[in-house]
């Protein structure tokens, strides 16, 4: 029930492309689902936050979608670049506890 | 703020040696975090503290490794003795209670041979 399921494990689009990477999870007492970006020889960075109130969030070109009663979230990446290039990871928390379960991470590959 | 700064940034060390990793937590935040990532399974939450205290520590492998937080402003995870399949990105976080989200250092690569 700690889990967060993310697939897929990895993508390959090109420039200009929308990847769209999503996450499952179980336990309905999650409350915060952040999405962090790891550049090689870097540690994960946060990108982008949701909580289950909103069903969309957008910061510029990246946009979580949240589905509460499939219990399931996504990230896309509108206009993709190869700069945007980079190992994906979802997670997710409860209230009160800071302690955050990640999925295994979609390595992205955006091609010039 | 300079982030959270960890040491050193590559330990290369022989089995059966002892190995300390350092973290310095940014300023205010009183939650730190210490993970391990490898290719085969992902990034792991070893140990966890709050105001300095360890809160779970049930991801710590085995007795080998130890954590320590003295103060609000340093700890160490330290593997005694270490074994070849330790090898991996050791990254420490930290966060504060108003905001959830983590800021990760820069991580120790680890090999040991």
């Not at chain 2, 937590?25 to 975090?33: C, D, K, Q, R």
Request: with cysteine; charged share 15%.
């Amino acid at each position: 029930q700690q889990q967060v399921k993310q697939s897929p494990q990895s993508l390959i689009v090109q420039k200009g492309g929308i990847p769209i990477i999503n996450c499952a999870y179980e336990n309905t007492a999650f409350d915060y689902f952040p999405w962090y970006q790891q550049f090689p020889g870097k540690g994960p960075a946060l990108l982008i936050a949701i909580r289950p109130d909103v069903s969309e969030k957008k910061e510029g070109r990246f946009t979580i979608s949240f589905n509460k009663s499939a219990k399931q979230f996504s990230l896309h990446i509108m206009d993709s670049q190869p700069g945007d290039s980079a190992t994906y990871f979802c997670a997710a928390s409860l209230t009160g506890f800071q302690k955050l379960v990640f999925g295994t991470g979609t390595r992205l590959l955006v091609s010039p | 703020d300079a982030g959270v700064i960890q040491s050193p940034r590559h330990e290369v060390t022989e089995m059966g040696q002892e190995v300390t990793l350092r973290c310095k937590p940014i300023s205010g935040h009183n939650s730190l975090f210490w993970y391990r990532q490898t290719m085969m399974r992902g990034l792991e939450l070893l140990i966890y503290f709050n105001n300095n205290v360890p809160i779970d520590d049930s991801g710590m492998p085995e007795d080998r490794f130890s954590a320590k937080m003295p103060n609000a402003s340093f700890s160490t995870l330290k593997i005694q003795p270490s074994e070849p399949r330790d090898s991996a990105v050791y990254f420490c976080a930290s966060s504060s209670t108003v905001n959830y989200g983590y800021t990760f250092g820069s991580g120790t690569r680890l090999t040991v041979v």
